[in-house]
């Protein structure tokens, strides 16, 4: 099953505009932690933002924020004043165990979602 | 911050020899080293994950004679991929894991192989 879900293959935005990609996820662990990374052509793993399971406030970093829905098991990266340099893919990730534990193990990623943006 | 310098970042050979990818860790110790591969606009898919000193723990469907991985040392795990076919060509990354690092992962820069 699919732990990690990206449902958004492709998404346009408009320079300067909002835009939000949606992940889901499932897992049955309590603890777990959720990132975003974002992948220019390059290839390189760009970290964005992450998120604890047990983290009360939504995280944010810059213009980059996760609207965590723990109850409906979502994590949605919300991109404010989108710039020429946001396009690139863009994957949401999970990784199950507590994060001081013997478990703290490997991410799974979702599929991607691609993100242009327009000037 | 924490870097994970993996070499080389493209690379082509003839099928039927050996590549060997690099991935260093520069200024940390990288107890686990993650191996990802990843084909054109899709995910990144675990390969096997590696611990220090120890055998590779290799996902379901991976061959574990193909794609050789040695963690020898805290700062240096590689990745050969054995008599190379090309639908062996991917873009292959590592990622360390240590717990002194924020949020726990850092990537390599990846390598795109090319078998012909």
């Known amino acids: 099953a699919q732990k990690i879900t990206q449902t958004q293959p492709g998404m346009f935005v408009q320079e300067k505009e909002a835009v939000t990609l949606d992940c889901t996820y499932d897992?049955?662990?309590?603890?777990?932690?959720l990132f975003w990374y974002k992948q220019p052509s390059s290839g390189e793993m760009i970290f964005l933002i992450y998120?604890?399971?047990?983290?009360?406030q939504n995280a944010t970093e810059g213009r980059y924020s996760l609207n965590f829905q723990k109850a409906r098991k979502s994590a949605n990266l919300v991109i404010s004043a989108s710039q020429l340099g946001d396009s690139a893919m863009y994957f949401c990730?999970?990784?199950?165990?507590?994060?001081?534990?013997?478990?703290?193990?490997?991410?799974?990623f979702g599929q991607g979602t691609i993100l242009t943006v327009h000037p | 911050g924490a870097v994970v310098s993996q070499h080389p970042s493209w690379v082509i050979c003839k099928s039927g020899t050996s590549v060997k990818i690099e991935c260093r860790s520069l200024?940390?110790?990288?107890?686990?080293m993650f191996w990802y591969r990843q084909f054109p606009k899709q995910s990144l898919m675990l390969m096997a994950t590696?611990?220090?000193?120890?055998?590779?723990?290799?996902e379901q469907g991976v061959e574990k004679d193909k794609f050789l991985i040695n963690h020898a040392s805290l700062t240096l795990s590689t990745l050969t991929v054995t008599s190379a076919h090309p639908e062996d060509s991917s873009f292959y990354i590592c990622?360390?894991?240590?717990?002194?690092?924020?949020?726990?992962?850092?990537f390599g820069s990846g390598t795109r192989l090319t078998i012909v």
């Open positions: 990622s360390a894991r240590d717990q002194h690092l924020q949020y726990g992962y850092t």
């Open positions: 897992t049955s662990d309590p603890s777990y932690g």
């Open positions: 998120q604890g399971s047990y983290d009360q």
């Open positions: 990730a999970m990784r199950e165990g507590y994060a001081g534990g013997t478990s703290y193990g490997k991410l799974t």
């Open positions: 200024d940390f110790q990288a107890t686990t």
């Open positions: 590696s611990n220090e000193g120890s055998k590779a723990t290799y």
